[in-house]
């Protein structure tokens, strides 16, 4: 499938979460981002260095920057199951606004076209790093990164593009 693009609309898709009692539950994409404008990134792993120390970090130091610009939702995605991503965002105590969803078995990631496979290395499939602008659930920007880069999605590339 060819990676999503600028003026592609978004697929639905199932993603998962805890609530506050640590129970599975899962969210539609289409619910959190129809008639608004979200943020959609993607990281290849949880706890992975540049996902932890600078992609992440990057999205909720300017959560209020991003807001203040129009922003309703700001959702970060990885190939991991919700236990993991709730582990995860419990690194970032100071997070108010960054959701935190899981793409266990990699079905949203492929729907946008999106994967990267790492066997070869022992990662399985994982998430290409991106970052999307969707309004209203079509792409207004697509910023994807080659494998092992970190250039073009950070959170001052989106502010940028606001």
Partial sequence: MPPIAVGDAIPDGILAYLDDENKPQSVSIH???????????GVPGAFTPTC???HVPGFIE???????KGVDEIICISVNDPFVMNSWAKTFPENKHV???????????NALGLELDLTEKGLGVRSK?????VEDLKVKVANVENAGEFTVSSAEDIIKAL
Wanted: aromatic share 10%; no cysteine; charged share 30%.
């Fill in 99 to 109: 959701k935190f969803l899981a793409d266990g078995a990699a079905k949203y990631t």
């Fill in 129 to 133: 790093r991106f970052a999307l602008l």
């Fill in 31 to 41: 619910s959190l981002a129809a008639g608004k404008k979200v943020i959609i990134f």
């Fill in 52 to 54: 932890s120390l600078k």
């Fill in 62 to 68: 300017r959560a209020e920057e991003l807001k203040g």
